[in-house]
T-cell receptor, first 112, second 116 residues
Framework: KAGVTQTPRYLIKTRGQQVTLSCSPI?????VSWYQQTPGQGLQFLFE???????NKGNFPGRFSGRQFSNSRSEMNVSTLELGDSALYLC???????????FGPGTRLTVT | AQSVAQPEDQVNVAEGNPLTVKCTYS??????LFWYVQYPNRGLQFLLK??????LVKGSYGFEAEFNKSQTSFHLKKPSALVSDSALYFC??????????????FGRGTSLIVHP
């Protein structure tokens, strides 16, 4: 089976712009989660989707949003980018209730 | 609020020796506990999990972890370390009890360095 894929792998944006990141889960996985990884804060949970519904949400401002499509693919959007949004954004997929997550390689976002 | 602590930023061990990477947690309900490994320039990989049952959980690559409810710990262990085990290890917890947050919380990570 193909693993979790994320596009793009690298992204450079300017402060104030918005960005959309994409994630394709492992075939058959209906749960998709997003994380932000930074050296200072470590790995922080953004949100989790299951069958197109947001199931859990972390403690991030409303500038961070996401959605899941009927084929389980997911996107996350960050509006009005700030320098502090520079991070590695990781997507993970899992079977419905196992919570055993399989991570993609991440999207490295740099905000200048 | 739930939390995970990995008290050691770095663990050094000689190849062939046993290794332990420590993790303690705090949740109000019943924890689901996980270990993940992140190799350089690669994504996080699932190693093992504890949900219920035997306190000793076996996972990938010869790793195992022991759940200790009284000490709220979930230490990762391997009887004989390999140089290729050198990586960043993350412990994670979810509170899946009724009324629990269900939000996954990760530790800050422990860098394991195995010396030849």
């Amino acid at each position: 089976k193909a693993g979790v894929t994320q596009t793009p792998r690298y992204l450079i944006k300017t402060r104030g712009q918005q960005v959309t990141l994409s994630c394709s889960p492992i075939s058959g996985h209906r749960s998709v989660s997003w994380y932000q990884q930074t050296p200072g804060q470590g790995l922080q949970f953004l949100f989790e989707y299951f069958s197109e519904t947001q199931r859990n949400k972390g403690n991030f401002p409303g500038r961070f949003s996401g959605r899941q499509f009927s084929n389980s693919r997911s996107e996350m959007n960050v509006s009005t980018l700030e320098l502090g949004d520079s991070a590695l954004y990781l997507c993970a997929s899992s079977l419905a209730e196992t919570y055993e997550q399989y991570f993609g390689p991440g999207t490295r976002l740099t905000v200048t | 609020a739930q939390s995970v602590a990995q008290p050691e930023d770095q663990v050094n061990v000689a190849e062939g020796n046993p290794l332990t990477v420590k993790c303690t947690y705090s949740v109000s309900g019943n924890p689901y506990l996980f270990w993940y490994v992140q190799y350089p320039n690669r994504g996080l990989q699932f190693l093992l999990k504890y949900i219920t049952g035997d306190n000793l959980v076996k996972g990938s690559y010869g790793f195992e972890a022991e759940f200790n409810k009284s000490q709220t710990s979930f230490h990762l262990k391997k009887p004989s370390a390999l140089v290729s085990d050198s990586a960043l290890y993350f412990c994670a917890v979810r509170d899946t009890s009724p009324g629990g947050s269900y939000i996954p919380t990760f530790g800050r990570g422990t860098s394991l360095i195995v010396h030849p």
